[in-house]
């Protein structure tokens, strides 16, 4: 069954440090998401991306975040100068279409610690 | 601002038992979600709802929507230890490019 994959794992990086987050979409979905899960809260949305542009961001995606796809099947999350309050889970979701209720398929995650 | 509330936060079940969670959002929505994470896991999708007066069931559990009441449940029945998990719903607003809106989630705990 086709997946969504992310690399890294874990990230541990410095205050300050641009790291950047990778996602596999499933092959065929046309509609890209990233979100963060800070430990022990809820999901919160950051960014959606279709047709190789952003969509929809949210207050959390600020100047210091940009998103990617560089080739026909990753999608990248950048931040540029990591704070502390960065550190959470970072889920990338894919789906094939918004409008007739297909679901988001979730990626096992990015963990990234801001030291 | 759409915003969704889930109650209760926290369950602890006893197996066998039966109860409900709840998911109320504050706007119109287009579709509502109903997702599981286990512990440092990520999201699995349990079920998607389009319509009021939508249901559907997988196993032991039990997802309805009443869109004029602006309400989710996921009803659980005959809990087992395996359902213990965190569940989340999770909705669109009208005209969104289908980012999704979680609630806190409801941490359960299905005990012997």
């Known amino acids: 069954e086709p997946e969504v994959t992310q690399t890294p794992s874990h990230q541990v990086t410095q205050m300050g440090q641009e790291v950047i987050l990778r996602c596999v979409p499933i092959s065929n979905h046309l509609y890209f998401y990233w979100y963060r899960q800070i430990l022990g809260q809820k999901v919160e949305f950051l960014v959606s991306f279709y047709n190789n542009e952003i969509s929809e961001k949210s207050e959390i995606f600020d100047d210091q975040f940009s998103v990617e796809r560089p080739d026909g099947s990753n999608f990248t999350l950048k931040i540029r100068s990591t704070k502390l309050e960065d550190s959470a889970m970072y889920f990338c979701?894919?789906?094939?279409?918004?409008?007739?209720?297909?679901?988001?398929?979730f990626g096992p995650g990015t963990r990234l610690l801001v030291l | 601002e759409l915003k969704v509330e889930q109650n209760p936060l926290f369950l602890s079940m006893q197996e066998g038992k039966n109860y409900t969670i709840y998911c109320n959002y504050s706007?119109?929505?287009?579709?509502l979600y109903w997702y599981r994470q286990d512990p440092g896991k990520s999201l699995e999708s349990l079920f998607v709802l389009l319509s009021n007066g939508a249901v559907k069931q997988e196993g032991r559990l039990m997802a309805s929507l009443d869109t004029k009441a602006r309400l989710s449940t996921l009803h659980i029945t005959a809990a087992v230890h395996d359902l213990s998990a965190t569940y989340f719903c999770a909705v669109t607003s009208w005209g969104s490019q289908g980012n999704l809106i979680f609630g806190k989630g409801t941490k359960l705990s299905v005990k012997p």
């Open positions: 979701a894919s789906s094939g279409d918004r409008g007739v209720g297909e679901t988001q398929y």
């Open positions: 706007t119109t929505s287009d579709r």
